[in-house]
Nanobody, 121 residues
Framework: QVQLVESGGGLVQAGGSLRLSCAAS????????MGWYRQAPEKQRELVAT???????NYADSVKGRFTITRDNAKNTVYLQMNSLKPEDTAVYYC???????????????WGQGTQVTVSS
C-alpha cells in the first residue's frame, strides 16, 4: 500500500506564510514527480505546483513568485512554501505523487486526503 500524508495547513492572515509537507510511504519503488493541487469553494481542482525527481518545477501563474515547491527524495517528501498569502489561496490542498510500486509496474498517481489552508483578510 501507498500513503500520502499532508501536514502544515491552517489559518493565516493575508500576507502571511505557511509551509505544507507531504510524505509518501509504503511500497514504493520510484517516485517520478510530486506536486500540489488545490480546490477552493465552488471551484474545480487546479494545479498549484509540481516537481520532478530532477527538480524541474512547474507553477500555476497565480502562485509564481509567492510559492516554492521543493523535494527531499531521500524522505519521499515534498514541501510547498507559501508566502504572501492571499484570501484567494484559501482551499483544500492535495498532495499527489506519480510513482510506481515495482520496476514492472506502471506509473500511477496517488493522492493524499488534503489539508485545509484558510487565509483571512
Amino acid at each position: 500500500q501507498v500513503q500520502l500524508v499532508e501536514s502544515g495547513g491552517g489559518l493565516v492572515q493575508a500576507g502571511g506564510s505557511l509551509r505544507l509537507s507531504c510524505a509518501a510511504s509504503g511500497s514504493i519503488f520510484s517516485i517520478n514527480a510530486m506536486g500540489w493541487y488545490r480546490q477552493a469553494p465552488e471551484k474545480q481542482r487546479e494545479l498549484v505546483a509540481t516537481i520532478t525527481s530532477l527538480n524541474s518545477t512547474n507553477y500555476a501563474d497565480s502562485v509564481k513568485g509567492r510559492f516554492t515547491i521543493t523535494r527531499d527524495n531521500a524522505k519521499n517528501t515534498v514541501y510547498l512554501q507559501m508566502n504572501s498569502l492571499k484570501p484567494e489561496d484559501t482551499a483544500v490542498y492535495y498532495c499527489t505523487a506519480d510513482l510506481r510500486r515495482t520496476l514492472r509496474s506502471s506509473w500511477v498517481n496517488y493522492w493524499g486526503q488534503g489539508t485545509q489552508v484558510t487565509v483571512s483578510s
